[in-house]
């Protein structure tokens, strides 16, 4: 016998007799569900309703929270429909097509729903907050922008005009609203806006790889460009010329800063927009994925109060994140912690930071040289670019302060060469460098479809033996499932070298000795590799093979029989 909805309730101690007979006499005045009725007194949730009636009816409750919802499936049903009736599908078995339903009894919509797209229907239970939330949060761009300009066209205006027009209403001020709000809820870390021949296409780029997303017809990209310059500062009549800006903006009470970025090209200007994400919580080490050695020896130059650490990798990396969360760790009351960045990334409380404006004059080197008569505890210089910048950094690490900063080198020892041939003195260089952290960013394996499989590469075995390791004969992979988009990964994680320097360093850097005996010193005072960090990971399952080809892979260790 199946039991009913106020006794399963009752059963997991969330209704009491009174409470259920309170909500039985309320449904006989009002008609409604009774898990709608019990919901509105506020006797349970509406997930626990759901949960019941899932048990009741004995129909499966779906987590809408852990499912990709693919657009074409959800494209099946009007979008009106959808909203109206609270339903949403979500996938198709054998033909059968699966619906989220917030009233799986209702038979009037399941014929609707089976006549309007001719397929078999079987419900699943979800809230009608979950599937309002669901389908908000998976609307297809490209289709929502299609929706917009079809709405919106003017049979007048087929070609792309140099007039700048800025309308609260018009299509491109609203199609450049979407891919803005559409890449912060899809967590990109750059918005690409590239014009070309025919239109303009629009790209995310999400854990580190670039995504197609849409296309822009030619007449629309002007309004498109114009909308994301007036919201970034830049001047809308100057399209001959790059120039840079910032867009705030608050989504979902999520803060995030912009740095905008336009480019003349032969097809017209393509914008760049990076997002920054302002909170600070997203700023502790323990969560960039480091070693526990590494982390360790991170902790371990951070409590010096005087040199220089210095953080390199390529561009995307993660450099200024590392910097940001170093920062963060040594930011305290006692401490006068100034920085000069181009551009400030991330606003950090109880931080003095500098925007670098070289129109006026503030350059690194002369914003540095104004901090250290601003009486600084700990200072951070967003990039070393040149000899002037090194020389102070080096020189403010001389004279008693702790000085943060990056570089752009392929690994920790090629950051001490880099310096030596911009023109630094090595003496001086063995006298202040405390440590250095080579970085790069690998994508992670998905943990919902991470399934072993066999290393069979020949190129990443030869390349992982070439470190003098024995390749596992299990890694893992990602099969690709719906909460990672099929893609079988989800996230990024940090993988790096750390070389502390020891007495024995300092002496080898004096004395000029070439990298590949540096190396040697530096693997004899304990730092592991890039690459061996990266194989570490690919063992225990964290990334893939694919990646540390990717990232780490070099043709001079791997690349020969």
Partial sequence: MRKRLGDILQDQGLLSDQELAAALEEQKRTGDRLGDTLVRLNLVTASQAADALSEHLKIDRVDLNRRYLSPEIVDIIPGSIIVSKHVLPIEIQDGVLIVAMADPLDINVMDDLQR????????VVATEGEIADAFQRTRNIAQSAKELISR???????????????????????LANLILEQAITQKASDVHLEPHEHGMRVRYRIDGLLRDIMEIPKHLRGDVNSRIKIMGGLDITERRKPQDGRIQMTLAGQEVD????????????????????????????????????????????LLLNQGLILVTGPTGSGKSTTLYAFLNRLNSPEKNIVTVEDPVEYRLDGVNQVQVNP???????????????????????????????GEIAVRSALTGHLVLSTLHTNSAVATITRLVNMGLESFILSSTIIGIVAQRLVRTICRDCKEPSRLTDPLLIRYIRSLNLEPPTTVYRGKGCPICNNTGYRGRTAIAEVLVFNKELRR???????????????????????????????????????????????VDMGGEE
């Fill in 152 to 174: 919106y066209e003017d049979d007048e205006k087929t070609q792309e005009t140099d007039e700048v027009e800025y309308l609260g209403d018009a299509p491109g001020v609203k």
């Fill in 359 to 389: 129109k006026v004059g503030l350059t690194f080197a002369t914003g540095l040289r104004t901090v250290l008569r601003q009486d600084p505890d700990v200072i951070m210089v967003g990039e070393i670019r040149d000899e002037e910048t």
């Fill in 258 to 301: 912009m740095r905008v970025s336009s480019l003349p090209t032969v097809y017209g200007e393509k914008i760049v927009a990076r997002l920054l994400h302002k909170s600070s919580n997203l700023l502790e080490l323990e969560d960039f994925g480091f070693s526990p050695k590494n982390l360790q020896k991170m902790e371990q130059v």
């Fill in 116 to 123: 309007l797209t001719g397929k078999i229907i079987k419900p």
């Fill in 508 to 554: 080898a850097v004096e004395a000029d000795v070439g990298e590949a005996e540096l190396l040697e010193i530096a693997l004899r005072g304990g730092m592991t590799t890039l690459q061996h960090d990266a194989v570490n990971k690919l063992i225990a399952g964290v990334t893939t093979s694919e990646e540390i080809i990717r990232t780490v892979y070099t």
